[in-house]
Nanobody, 119 residues
Framework: QVQLVESGGGLVQAGGSLSLSCAAS????????IAWYRQAAGKQRELVAR???????NYADSVKGRFTISRDSAKNTVYLQMNSLKPEDTAVYYC?????????????WGQGTQVTVSS
């Protein structure tokens, strides 16, 4: 079973950038899509971005044009580049394998990585 570990969060001012990493414990070759999710305090977890095996990407409307998801198969890592951050992007960010519809495939979630955007 593949383990996914998130990193790269931090505190940033509005308008700033952060890059998150999702490192897999083994090769991602053959794995289904990988997606980033986030959960803000008091809110449900929501899909942020998804990248398929073939590299097709999908984004939540709230992050389109600001966030970019990518994968480096050689490093078994999926990235989330976040630009023009807003206070409403503040949340714990998680990665997970996902269906084509962005539904998480594993019920086991990692620690996530905290992103805090100050106004």
């Amino acid at each position: 079973q593949v383990q996914l570990v998130e990193s790269g969060g931090g505190l940033v001012q509005a308008g700033g950038s952060l890059s998150l990493s999702c490192a897999a414990s083994r090769s991602t070759f053959g794995l289904p899509a990988i997606a980033w999710y986030r959960q803000a305090a008091g809110k449900q977890r929501e899909l942020v971005a998804r990248i398929s095996i073939g590299g097709t990407t999908n984004y939540a409307d709230s992050v389109k044009g600001r966030f970019t998801i990518s994968r480096d198969s050689a490093k078994n890592t999926v990235y989330l580049q976040m630009n023009s951050l807003k206070p409403e992007d503040t949340a714990v960010y998680y990665c997970n394998m996902a269906t084509p519809q962005g539904i998480p495939l594993s019920n086991s979630w990692g620690q996530g990585t905290q992103v805090t955007v100050s106004s």
